[in-house]
């Protein structure tokens, strides 16, 4: 499994509560490998429709009949890709990564639409779990994968300390042009 065990009711990440109001207003959002699914529970409440996909049922049974979300059990590995012809509004994709889709993922969103990504990167071996290099991201992979399509409106890799000590990387970035009004950061 190339993801960190999921807890269904915790606090959603910084990093998407910072960025998600660049997302349209009531668009269509993706939780990419959502386990417990804390981030289609949050965006779900803020008027958003969202898809939840994940692999795990038990994580998912407790997404089904709440509004806004749409829960889906499909294997983003290698099951058959349960996407094809769809865009969204926004791809959310934190603690996860499976490179041989990750282009896959992108082909998802919409012109105008939102990626919001936070997952592991190398370096974080010394931290725990992930380990395998091949769920931890390579210095600057983030910007190399989105090169081209899409707009960086903001970028960050390195260790943190919260929510525990790790060594991530994320990016907030725009298939196509960036928009004109960015949000403030959290505070």
């Known amino acids: 499994m190339s993801g960190l065990a999921h807890t269904p009711y915790g ?10 109001p ?3 207003s009531g668009g269509e959002v993706l939780d990419y490998a959502c386990g ?3 981030h289609a529970r949050w965006l779900a409440s803020r008027g958003y429709r969202v898809e939840a ?8 049974d407790l997404l089904e009949g709440l509004h806004n979300i749409r829960a889906l059990r499909a294997d983003l590995e290698e099951g058959p890709w349960p996407f094809d012809g769809r865009r969204f509004d926004a791809v959310v994709m934190t603690n996860y990564l499976f490179r041989p889709r990750f282009s896959m993922m992108l082909d998802l969103l919409a012109p105008g639409g939102i990626l919001l990504a936070e997952t592991f990167m190398v370096g974080n071996e010394r931290f725990g779990k992930p380990s395998n290099p091949d769920f931890l991201l390579q210095a600057g992979e983030l910007l190399e994968r989105v ?20 060594m991530v990387q994320r990016i907030c970035a725009v298939r196509g042009a960036a928009p004109t009004v960015l949000p403030s950061p959290a505070g």
Do not use: C
Request: proline share 9%; hydrophobic share 50%; charged share 20%.
């Open 11 to 20: 606090a959603p990440s910084a990093w998407v509560t910072r960025f998600a």
């Open 22 to 24: 660049l997302i349209v």
């Open 36 to 38: 417990g699914g804390r």
């Open 53 to 60: 996909v994940d692999r795990d049922a038990p994580s998912l």
């Open 147 to 166: 090169a081209g399509e899409f707009t960086v409106v903001a970028f960050e890799q390195g260790q943190v300390s919260a929510p525990k000590p790790a």
